[in-house]
């Protein structure tokens, strides 16, 4: 193995722990409600951010992230000048990262991991050589791989959208890139496959006919409904919503406009949704917005989890670090018993964050901070007040007349000849703030 990581095997020691490189925590096989933890966080690493990226570039500034690995080494020239031992070289420090961190699922797109060449077959090509070298990986380690999904917005061709472009020979080099990725996400027996829509936006109305692009991207999807029922893949498709950047408007805008989309177009069936925390706050949502609304249409298949800056108030993946935050995420997980997906750390490190040791502070701390999440949301649901409170609130709704409406039986005539009997309704307390103080009693008992 690779040791790019001046970093130990990192163990659970308990809360007391002042060791950053280690778990206070995040105890793996610990059994919260019934499950080990890391069934109730099956954590994955993005290799996007972590082994490529931007190297903390940002449009003020050059990268500042110099990655040991992406360096010429006397011994081991041959890595720069083929790109695919660079490749190759980079998927051995994400396992040697993971095994370190204990962390059994990864997640990547198609240009992460493979030299794109001069042409699509090239490619192709590359990413057939590397999935090889990817399952073998796999079957080494454990590891799994979580989802997969094809990069449609950095190449300059996607620069007018992908399945949304005006120019049908675009919207088909995207086929091929996602017919391509499935192929790969069966080959490496990964259980998710994720649609974010890069570039499926507009940036003026002037030049853009919004109905024909929606048609094209459920033309896209149901193309690729298809081709997985015809191969007999297995993976599930999800789509990641976000309201805008790199667009003004992206399609997918948050969760209820992504689950109308495929409602409309008749795609409900064969898709859940990626939610993104960070995408959430930027749709104006507080962050845990999304995973409840999906949750409640039985549509949460997995989380990117990273949070926003209130201050900066862009897409700028920070990782979690808020108990508050994540009490209230695995609260919805609990609640619906789980994830078929997982926890995705779509997360960067600051570009001051320059080292590579840096990679783990931010990884342990935000898995300490799911775990007591975790904790906490269980033993929030647990105690109970709460949910008690919320069905006291909607009492009414199941004696009679509730019933009826919600049974679809009532008539508008009914309800106004019950609202004529009852007269004025009275004010009944919506008690916000004894919800907050009981929620702070669970999260923060000795305070
Ligand atoms: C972009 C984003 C992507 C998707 C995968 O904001 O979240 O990294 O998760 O393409
Ligand atoms: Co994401």
């Known amino acids: 193995m690779t040791d790019f990581f001046n970093a130990p095997k990192i163990v659970y020691q308990g809360p007391h722990s002042q060791d950053p490189l280690s778990f206070r925590h995040y105890n793996a096989n610990e059994m919260i409600l019934g499950k080990p933890m890391k069934e109730w966080l099956k954590f994955s690493v993005c ?59 990864y997640t990547f797109h198609d240009i992460d991991v493979a030299p794109t060449g001069n042409s699509l077959e090239e490619f192709q090509h590359n990413l057939a050589m590397i999935g090889d070298y990817l399952l073998e990986k796999q079957q080494q380690t454990g590891v799994q791989l979580l989802w997969g999904t094809q990069n449609l917005f950095t190449n300059p061709r996607y620069m007018n959208g992908a399945m949304t472009n005006p120019d049908v020979h ?27 829509g890069g570039r499926e936006g507009y940036q003026t109305l002037l030049n853009t006919d919004l109905k024909k692009e929606c048609d094209h991207m459920a033309a896209m999807y149901r193309m690729a409904v298809a081709y997985k029922q015809k191969k007999g893949y297995t993976a599930k498709f999800l789509l990641e919503p976000k309201p805008r950047e790199p667009t003004k408007h992206q399609y997918d805008y948050d969760a209820q406009t992504a689950m109308a989309f495929l409602h409309e177009y008749g795609l409900s069936e064969h898709f859940q949704l ?29 989380i990117d989890c990273n949070t926003g800056d209130p201050i900066l108030g862009w897409d700028v993946d920070l990782f979690p670090m808020n108990v508050q935050e994540t009490a209230a995420i695995m609260g919805v997980v609990i609640r619906q018993g789980g994830l078929s997906g997982g926890l995705n750390f779509d997360a960067k490190v600051r570009r001051e964050s320059v080292d590579p040791i840096d990679l783990f502070y931010a990884h342990i ?20 007040v709460l949910r008690q409170m919320l069905q006291q609130r909607y009492l009414t709704w ?23 009997k009852k007269g004025e309704p009275a004010l009944i307390s919506g008690r916000q703030e004894l919800y907050e103080v009981i929620r702070n009693q669970n999260l923060y008992p000795t305070n």
């Not at 720069?80 to 490749?87: H, N, Q, S, T």
């Not at 009914?414 to 004529?420: L, M, N, R, V």
Request: charge should be negative.
């Open 170 to 196: 675009v919207f088909c080099y995207a086929a091929a890139q996602i017919q391509t990725m499935m192929d790969l996400i069966h080959k490496l027996k990964g259980s998710h496959h994720v649609f974010w």
């Open 274 to 302: 990626n939610i993104e925390p960070n995408h959430t706050t930027l749709a104006g949502h507080s962050s845990e917005h999304d995973i409840a609304m999906a949750s409640a249409y039985n549509m949460l298949g997995s």
């Open 365 to 384: 701390g935000s898995m300490d901070c799911y775990a007591l999440g975790l904790r906490k949301a269980a033993a929030m649901h647990e105690q109970g």
């Open 47 to 105: 290799f996007w951010h972590t082994l490529v990226g931007g190297g903390g570039s940002d449009p003020f500034g050059d990268k500042t992230l110099q990655r040991p690995w992406e360096e010429e080494e006397e011994e081991d020239d041959a890595a720069l000048l083929d790109p695919l031992a660079l490749a190759k070289r980079r998927i051995d420090v994400l396992f040697e990262f993971l095994t370190k961190l204990g962390v059994e699922y």
């Open 398 to 420: 199941s004696e009679d007349m509730g019933q009826k409406i919600e049974d679809g039986e009532a008539t508008l005539e009914e309800c106004a000849e019950y609202a004529k």
